[in-house]
């Protein structure tokens, strides 16, 4: 009986030493894990800003009737095309037609007066010479003539500044584009100072874009963008940066910045909803891996290195990333495979059944 209960501890502890043996070794080399690969590869790593806004023309003319008045004429409707110079709307009222007569007729009234303030003057200054009037009679006229004239400039003037009322009555083009506002029609009653019509040039379309404030150090003047518009998705237009706003939005914490297409949209509307990428870096032949297989612990950033067909923790050093990309400065080389989105449960040495991406 002795010899055995001497032998049951020493197997007992061989079973137990067994036991964790068998552990350790599915727990690290036992076991293989299924595990999509990628291979470390250099690349071009573009750095660009993300921003969301509008489609908005730079050259805008919202037209307004600077005088109450009846329409009378309406040259151009809402959505068509207008050059510059064109009527689109003619009111009629009686006052400034009044005015501009009675400018007239007393412009020629006072034309005949200063005329005869003038011969008056020169048949004085004659009979003064020959001593036939005194010398107060001579100044008389000549102030009169003198007055006279002032006067007619001032009839002058009163008369272009009723040239220039009725002129009012007319709204016209400015430049050429389109009539995105006009909804007025003949007979219509307008009010001095309402909003009639709006001419915008379509080959002017910018977009405008909200920035947030911690990205506006990056942003220069001149730097490249991609634009994409919520109508067209499959859509990319070339733009650069060409204003800056230097203010900051208290409550959205966000700048505009306006971005000028290289070449003029014919499909775009003003009001679209855009969206932009503008670029600030672009690094040359980076050594780049997915962002999904970089983690993180105790600060040190770490990949799954596939290494004889095991796993091995390779801590690296990252430098810059974009939205799916992020480049890795030391720690691994071209052409080593890693990971692409491993789990949190990988052990260093476990066996790797490598498969390829997007395959399960």
Request: cysteine-free; hydrophobic content about 40%; proline content about 4%.
């Given at each position: 009986?002795?010899?055995?209960?001497?032998?049951?501890?020493?197997?007992?502890?061989?079973?137990?030493?067994?036991?964790?043996?068998?552990?350790?070794?599915?727990?690290?080399?036992?076991?293989?894990?299924?595990?999509?690969?990628?291979?470390?590869?250099?690349?071009?790593?573009?750095?660009?800003?993300?921003?969301?806004?509008?489609?908005?023309?730079?050259?805008?003319?919202?037209?307004?009737?600077?005088?109450?008045?009846?329409?009378?004429?309406?040259?151009?409707?809402?959505?068509?095309?207008?050059?510059?110079?064109?009527?689109?709307?003619?009111?009629?009222?009686?006052?400034?037609?009044?005015?501009?007569?009675?400018?007239?007729?007393?412009?020629?009234?006072?034309?005949?007066?200063?005329?005869?303030?003038?011969?008056?003057?020169?048949?004085?200054?004659?009979?003064?010479?020959?001593?036939?009037?005194?010398?107060?009679?001579?100044?008389?006229?000549?102030?009169?003539?003198?007055?006279?004239?002032?006067?007619?400039?001032?009839?002058?003037?009163?008369?272009?500044?009723?040239?220039?009322?009725?002129?009012?009555?007319?709204?016209?083009a400015p430049f050429s584009g389109i009539l995105t506002?006009?909804?007025?029609?003949?007979?219509?009653?307008?009010?001095?100072?309402?909003?009639?019509?709006?001419?915008?040039?379509?080959?002017?379309?910018?977009?405008?874009?909200?920035?947030?404030?911690?990205?506006?150090?990056?942003?220069?003047?001149?730097?490249?963008?991609?634009?994409?518009?919520?109508?067209?998705?499959?859509?990319?237009?070339?733009?650069?940066?060409?204003?800056?706003?230097?203010?900051?939005?208290?409550?959205?914490?966000?700048?505009?910045?306006?971005?000028?297409?290289?070449?003029?949209?014919?499909?775009?509307?003003?009001?679209?909803?855009?969206?932009?990428?503008?670029?600030?870096?672009?690094?040359?032949?980076?050594?780049?891996?997915?962002?999904?297989?970089?983690?993180?612990?105790?600060?040190?950033?770490?990949?799954?290195?596939?290494?004889?067909?095991?796993?091995?923790?390779?801590?690296?050093?990252?430098?810059?990333?974009?939205?799916?990309?992020?480049?890795?400065?030391?720690?691994?080389?071209?052409?080593?495979?890693?990971?692409?989105?491993?789990?949190?449960?990988?052990?260093?040495?476990?066996?790797?059944?490598?498969?390829?991406?997007?395959?399960?």
């Amino acid at each position: 009986m002795q010899p055995l209960q001497k032998f049951l501890p020493k197997y007992s502890i061989a079973l137990a030493v067994v036991f964790i043996a068998t552990v350790i070794f599915l727990m690290t080399r036992g076991n293989k894990v299924d595990l999509e690969v990628v291979q470390v590869t250099n690349a071009e790593l573009v750095q660009a800003i993300y921003a969301t806004g509008f489609v908005e023309a730079d050259a805008v003319a919202n037209l307004s009737a600077e005088l109450s008045g009846t329409v009378s004429y309406v040259g151009a409707l809402e959505g068509q095309h207008v050059t510059a110079g064109q009527k689109i709307l003619q009111f009629s009222t009686p006052q400034p037609q009044l005015a501009l007569s009675q400018a007239r007729a007393a412009l020629a009234e006072q034309q005949a007066q200063t005329k005869d303030n003038q011969l008056r003057r020169i048949r004085k200054k004659n009979l003064f010479s020959e001593g036939g009037i005194s010398r107060q009679e001579l100044d008389d006229a000549e102030k009169n003539s003198t007055q006279g004239q002032e006067l007619l400039q001032q009839k002058a003037l009163q008369l272009k500044m009723r040239e220039d009322d009725l002129k009012k009555l007319t709204v016209s083009a400015p430049f050429s584009g389109i009539l995105t506002l006009q909804n007025v029609k003949e007979g219509d009653f307008v009010t001095a100072n309402s909003l009639v019509a709006r001419v915008v040039d379509p080959s002017s379309y910018m977009v405008t874009v909200e920035v947030d404030e911690l990205d506006i150090p990056r942003i220069r003047n001149g730097q490249a963008a991609t634009v994409a518009f919520d109508a067209y998705p499959d859509k990319r237009l070339s733009a650069v940066v060409s204003r800056i706003v230097p203010q900051t939005d208290r409550i959205t914490k966000t700048s505009k910045i306006y971005l000028t297409l290289d070449h003029p949209a014919v499909d775009i509307q003003a009001g679209m909803t855009a969206t932009a990428n503008i670029i600030y870096n672009i690094r040359q032949n980076a050594l780049l891996v997915r962002k999904s297989s970089v983690f993180e612990e105790n600060h040190q950033s770490y990949v799954w290195k596939i290494e004889k067909g095991r796993l091995k923790k390779e801590p690296v050093r990252i430098g810059a990333s974009d939205m799916t990309f992020v480049e890795v400065l030391q720690g691994i080389k071209k052409g080593d495979k890693i990971a692409l989105a491993p789990a949190k449960d990988l052990h260093e040495g476990t066996e790797v059944r490598i498969i390829s991406p997007g395959k399960s």
